[in-house]
């Protein structure tokens, strides 16, 4: 796969629905980013952590949108700044993790998150994976609504259900990214992401949300996927440190 492959797909995702509906890559959030460049950083960012995982991701963990406390600043679905950043105290990350060539950046301003937004769905799901020593681009994350769908009422720093109306203007990002990455196993985190795959023909395993008090059913279910693929292995972090 090409990395025009990858241009074209950035392009593909600018076609983001109207309403309450906040698009990272091509958007600017007015109160909340850091200055006019903030979606050009996280289209960037974004476009380096497909790149690193095309031809290789051999699992993909698909939610069920961008949140705010995640992509909407980092760029990169279910990954907060904090984690992206290296300051995350529960899953200590490095920036190769995500990317080869380029250094993370915020596109928060400071002044709300002195060390970036911290999401705990995203800490979770790469605490976990990481925790079973695969290698980062072995897996990719995405959503099966690719975008930021927030409470009008509430404004950009929230969160709410794509509609079904939404979801369906989805479907095509969520066709393209299958293709891009038609890895072994697709794992649907809830049954959101697991309609949108099934809509697609898709064969997914649903396993649980790790939100409102599914991380522990969550991991269980991780820990049996990982198990069970056909990879090389990460080297255990605190030795290869030594």
């Not at 080869?100 to 970036?116: L, Q, V």
């Not at 095509?172 to 891009?180: A, D, G, R, S």
């Not at 269980?220 to 292995?233: E, F, K, T, V, Y």
């Amino acid at each position: 796969m090409s990395a025009k492959s990858l241009r074209e797909y950035l392009q593909l995702l600018k076609k983001s629905p109207s309403g309450a509906v906040f698009n990272p890559w091509w958007e600017v959030d007015e109160q909340n980013d850091i200055g006019r460049n903030a979606p050009a950083i996280r289209r960037h960012q974004l476009g380096a952590y497909l790149q690193k995982r095309l031809g290789k991701a051999k699992l993909a963990v698909i939610g069920e949108a961008v949140g705010y406390r995640g992509g909407h600043f980092s760029g990169i679905p279910m990954t907060s700044e904090r984690l992206l950043l290296g300051r995350s105290e529960k899953v200590p990350m490095r920036s190769n993790d995500f990317f080869s060539d380029i250094n993370p950046r915020r596109t928060s301003k400071p002044e709300k998150c002195p060390d970036g937004f911290s999401e705990p769905t995203a800490t979770i799901v790469w605490g976990t994976l990481m925790r079973h020593s695969l290698r980062p681009d072995h897996f990719v994350l995405w959503n099966a609504f690719p975008w930021h769908s927030f409470d009008s009422r509430c404004g950009l720093l929230s969160n709410r259900m794509p509609t079904k109306s939404e979801r369906a203007a989805g479907l095509p990002v969520l066709k393209t990214f299958i293709e891009l990455f038609p890895c072994d196993q697709v794992v649907a985190l809830g049954k959101i992401a697991a309609a949108q795959l099934e809509k697609l023909n898709v064969n997914a395993q649903c396993i649980r949300h790790p939100a409102s008090g599914g991380a522990k059913l969550f991991r269980q279910q991780i820990a049996g996927i990982a198990a069970g693929l056909d990879l090389p292995r990460e080297f255990d972090r605190a030795s290869s440190a030594n």
